[in-house]
């Protein structure tokens, strides 16, 4: 199908962007990389008033390293980031996660915060950002705001985002536990996951992170030598995992008392 | 700040193919549609049309992308690159072509322009992939015909003749 038809503006500054927003608020949507976008306007599932191109302005397309931090711009896209040199000594969790969103095709136009702004429950950039409590920086023309994962990711598609409010960059802090493993099922590589599941080991301090159960990512923190499948049981039944039609709730339970411990296991084999 | 109102048709100009060509377009007009219909290129090939099958892959600035998920209006000042790009002037095949060809890589061809496309975004890239890497490009792809195996054949083949062929189509 055609989307619904649009305006469209392509922005040459953060300041076009946040003006907009102010004056048109929800019926204004951001074009990042369009990869989900674009899907649901040919579906018909969204019909903005008017769409907001960032692609063109610079100030978006940076990865910078600063405090600690690696800060990576709105325009950024996701092979983008998977090719920066510095990924896998300082990010090491997310560049296991990286190769599992969409496909190398999807992966060159989707961006990094789009993702996040998006906030599937199934998707590996959201469940990346809540593992390693990083944070989410909002413009608008009222200022600048940074919120944590954890108070940014709501819910199913919902995040804390203002109507008013451009998603400009998300920051991840720079990993000092680099034993890391990430794992998915989904019905074909790069589909929606069913379920992700990563781990990061330091010492003997686990951090397990769950996505495509609840309507957010989940992180739950264990450490090791317990009973960690009597653990992931209780995870499970407390996710209880959504139903929809890849997998049944009972599955997803399922696949996290599977897929979980041998997470884990990788995690705390791994050299790192 | 470009901008363009949903009942506007604005000049959109790429460079296809090393031509410089331009259209007139609407805000919501799909750059596959726009590549078919208003540049007549029909090469590409539209099937799902929301990013999963992905016939309609063309290289945005050398890069593989899902036409059916960027706007017309995005590719403006930009360059295409499309399947009718492969083949030289007298029709020959280039290597990746041919090798689908040697190992029955397509049969009834309609998802075939968009595999030829990511490939060789992926094998410029990556000059010698490994057989899971190529089926992990492969994994953006939907053949009903082939079963995929004949496709990895033919891409690993391509890649091992890439160094003969420097220079060549890209």
Sequence with gaps: ?272 | MRRVNRDQRSRVSVKLNGRNVSAEAEPRMLLSDFIRQALGATGTHVGCEHGVCGCCTVLLDGVAVRSCLTLAMQADGRELTTVESLAGADGALNALQQAFRKYHALQCGFCTPGILMSFTDFLRRNPKPSEAQVIEVLSGHICRCTGYVGIVSAVLEAAGSVDSNAGGKP
């Design chain 1, 1 to 272: 199908m055609k989307p619904h038809p649009f305006d469209y503006v392509c922005a040459d500054t953060v300041d076009e962007v946040t003006t907009l927003f102010a004056e048109h608020g929800d019926a204004a949507r951001v074009l990042a990389g369009g990869q989900s976008l674009l899907a649901l306007l040919n579906l018909r599932l969204l019909e903005p008033a008017l769409l907001i191109d960032i692609n063109r302005i610079a100030e978006l397309s940076e990865i910078r390293e600063a405090g600690g931090k690696v800060e990576v711009g709105a325009a950024v896209t996701q092979n983008r980031l998977l090719a920066w040199p510095g990924l896998k000594e300082k990010l090491p969790f997310l560049a296991a996660a990286l190769p599992f969103v969409g496909h190398f095709q999807t992966r060159n136009k989707g961006t990094v915060c789009g993702s996040v702004a998006h906030n599937d429950p199934s998707s590996e950039i959201p469940l990346s950002l809540a593992m390693l409590q990083g944070e989410v920086v909002l413009r608008s023309r009222r200022g600048t705001r940074t919120v944590p994962a954890s108070e940014f990711q709501l819910g199913m598609l919902t995040t804390a985002r203002k109507p008013d409010e451009l998603v400009t960059a998300v920051r991840f802090p720079v990993q000092t536990a680099c034993r890391v493993a990430f794992r998915e099922v989904a019905r074909r590589h790069g589909d929606f996951a069913i379920i992700a599941v990563g781990a990061v080991a330091d010492g003997n301090r686990i951090r397990l992170g769950v996505g495509g159960m609840a309507g957010r990512p989940s992180i739950r923190e264990f450490t090791a030598g317990g009973d960690l499948a009597d653990a992931i049981n209780t995870l499970a039944w407390e996710l209880e995992g959504y139903e929809d039609q890849h997998a049944s709730s009972r599955m997803r339970r399922d696949l996290l008392r599977r897929v979980g411990p041998a997470v884990i296991e990788e995690a705390l084999q791994c050299a790192g």
